[in-house]
């Protein structure tokens, strides 16, 4: 569902080897994925709009209230602006326990912020046993997890959150994932997330802005922008779809969930789910370009498991002219497909034809 846009904003950084121009306009709530490669930008953004760093021709509006216009010579310091900023290590205060933290920024809560109690707060992260704990012997997840809590319990207008799991291993970040994914949820403020993780993308991202270069590329709902077919060259390895799924049953013996998607039923292994799904429950699934191949019938004499019927729509050459991206609507879902340039010529494709998407179900890991 589209949310009205609530942020409204301008940036202009000149350094010696970089400059961003970037113009924004952003949802006011869900998360918003701020993407791109190492020195994109990313952090240059969003340390903007924390006014952390202040830019000349540079503007800067949420909810209606003005927290930066140069040309009026107005600049709210970052102080003063509501927002919470949660950054790649936790910077809780050592001296204090994590009580004493949380309290801390409770204290500093705005008046008219939106109401996340301190219960409410804890228990949405899992950090009720940990009060009494010195933050300098919690793990690396607990400390993300108590830096979020804390942030929340400044009544944000504004979440930002730069690269929140990247320092820590990927038993971690599995640990405080299903706990953002939570915050997600509940949380009524748009939140922007940094990450050059197409994995955290997919599974929290509602609203995407991709960055290359210290331009703005693309900006909308992420579904949308991952299968659009004019940024496959820049998204790369990770140009795919995100597919939504109801799981539908349960293959015991061979441990695997059926899931009905729009365009048929999509086998994955049980095992690969993040926690255990019911009949019923939806799934969004990210399938990925290269696993995806091709056919013109329906091939039952491979170990392919999922055959998806579809219509080929637009195709991109990248790859220098040796691949192709073929775009594909499986009833109402789209699907990209990234083959050689020679299949595509052997099976013939063309705008309006329709072929059997394939794909392994060995390659839908840890979905998305
Ligand atoms: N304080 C600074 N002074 C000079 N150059 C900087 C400064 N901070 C960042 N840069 C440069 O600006 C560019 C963008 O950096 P930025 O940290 O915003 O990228 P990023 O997309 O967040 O990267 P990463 O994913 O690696 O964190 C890079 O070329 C970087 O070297």
Excluded at 13 to 24: G, I, K, M, Y
Excluded at 129 to 156: C, F, M
């Amino acid at each position: 569902m589209s949310q009205p846009i609530a942020i409204h904003a301008r940036f202009s950084v000149q350094r010696d080897n970089f400059d961003l121009q970037a113009q924004l306009a952003l949802p006011g709530r869900g998360v918003t994925a701020l993407f791109g490669h190492s020195g994109s930008g990313k952090t240059t953004l969003l340390r903007a709009i924390a006014g952390l760093d202040r830019h000349p021709d540079s503007y800067m509006k949420i909810n209606g209230e003005l927290w930066q216009d140069e040309a009026a010579g107005v600049f709210v310091p970052p102080h003063r602006r509501a927002l919470g900023y949660v950054f790649q290590e936790a910077s809780l205060f050592p001296h204090l326990s994590v009580q004493g933290n949380l309290d801390f920024a409770r204290k500093r809560a705005r008046a008219d912020g939106s109401e996340l109690g301190m219960l409410q707060t804890l228990t949405l992260l899992g950090i009720n046993h940990l009060l009494d704990r010195r933050t300098t012997t919690l793990s690396g997840g607990e400390r993300q997890r108590v830096a979020i809590a804390r942030a929340l319990l400044a009544r944000p207008a504004l979440l930002l959150m730069d690269e929140p799991l990247a320092s820590l291993d990927s038993k971690r970040k599995e640990e405080v994932l299903p706990y953002l994914e939570r915050v997600h949820q509940e949380l009524d403020i748009p939140v922007l997330y940094v990450s050059h993780s197409m994995e955290e993308v997919a599974r929290l991202a509602d609203h995407m802005v991709l960055i290359e270069a210290g331009r703005v590329l693309a900006s909308g709902p992420a579904a949308e922008i991952l299968a659009r077919l004019d940024l496959s060259t820049a998204l790369g390895d990770d140009a795919g779809t995100l597919v939504d799924g109801v799981v539908e049953g349960f293959d015991e013996e061979y441990g695997l969930v059926r899931l009905r998607a729009a365009g048929g039923t999509i086998h994955i292994a049980r095992g690969a789910l993040r926690s255990p799904l019911s009949c019923g429950a939806t799934l969004r699934l990210r399938i990925l370009a290269r696993d995806v191949s091709l056919a013109l019938t329906p091939q039952t004499d491979g170990s392919i498991l999922n055959h998806l019927q579809a219509t080929v729509t637009t195709e991109r050459t990248v790859n220098e002219g040796a691949h192709v991206i073929v775009r594909l609507d499986a009833g109402g879902t789209p699907l990209l497909a990234r083959i050689t340039r020679r299949s595509r010529d052997q099976l013939g494709l063309t705008s309006g034809k329709v072929v059997w998407a394939q794909i392994k179900a060995a390659a839908l890991a840890s979905p998305p």
